[in-house]
């Protein structure tokens, strides 16, 4: 569907009708240059943390031989495996907002216009998201940075110094999740105001263009 040349570009606005030139992903919100700057920088960031599970993958098998074939238990590899695997888990968290694949509930969501899910949307970023993203920030800081003061370590003989460092991967976690929530704000607002201004992303190898 093209952008008609007539009227004033300024007063264009994405609509329901119109909002498939402005598809985002699988999402049907529209994009905006901002938002698509988060969402490259939080997906490179989930991409490179989905390796942590292929290094996962060879520490267990690694654990599980050496235990069972030579019967030699480590409580280091045993901590490395949960350390990596949480650490892999939160930094794909954000990645799951930007590319709206985490779990919804849609029964309700499902049935109503584009507009409507907007709305939701809005709502529910504003209003209950971001407010817990914020307070779990306030939160999470302030615990990984004692764990740090105190040189944390594992309690477990033979475990893991520095704990301070997944303490701080579960901070740093929350805040790439407040990143893409304001990513998909953006995309709210620019389908509900028209503000950001929405810009269309091409399919295949053909350049983005701009909505206008």
């Given amino acids: ?7 004033s570009p300024q007063d264009v606005r994405a609509s329901v009708s119109d909002a498939g030139k402005f598809i985002h992903h699988h999402t049907e919100f529209p994009t905006t240059w901002l938002s698509q700057v988060i ?7 989930g991409k490179s943390a989905s390796w942590l599970w292929v290094v996962i993958t060879g520490v267990i098998i ?12 480590s409580v280091t590899l045993e901590e490395v ?8 888990w939160l930094l794909g968290l954000g990645y ?12 309700i969501h499902e049935r109503l216009s584009l507009r409507g899910q907007a709305w ?18 306030y939160e ?13 370590t594992s309690q477990a003989p033979a475990g893991l110094p520095h704990r301070w460092i997944l303490k701080s991967i ?43």
């Fill in 120 to 137: 939701i949307e809005l709502l529910g970023v504003v209003f209950l998201l971001l407010p817990f993203l914020g307070l779990a920030v």
């Fill in 170 to 212: 579960l901070a740093l976690s929350f805040v790439l999740l407040i990143l893409a929530a304001l990513s998909r704000l953006l995309k709210v607002t620019a389908l509900l105001f028209g503000f950001p201004k929405p810009i269309r992303i091409e399919s295949g190898n053909n350049k983005k263009e701009d909505a206008s």
């Fill in 96 to 107: 799951t907002l930007v590319t709206d694949d985490h779990v919804r509930v849609d029964v």
């Fill in 1 to 7: 569907m093209a952008v008609s040349d007539k009227g």
């Fill in 62 to 73: 690694y654990a599980v031989v050496g235990r069972y074939a030579f019967g030699l238990g």
């Fill in 39 to 45: 969402d490259g920088a939080i997906s490179a960031i």
């Fill in 140 to 152: 999470m800081v302030p615990y990984a940075f004692s764990s740090w003061q105190q040189g944390e």
């Fill in 81 to 88: 495996q949960w350390h990596l695997a949480g650490a892999g």
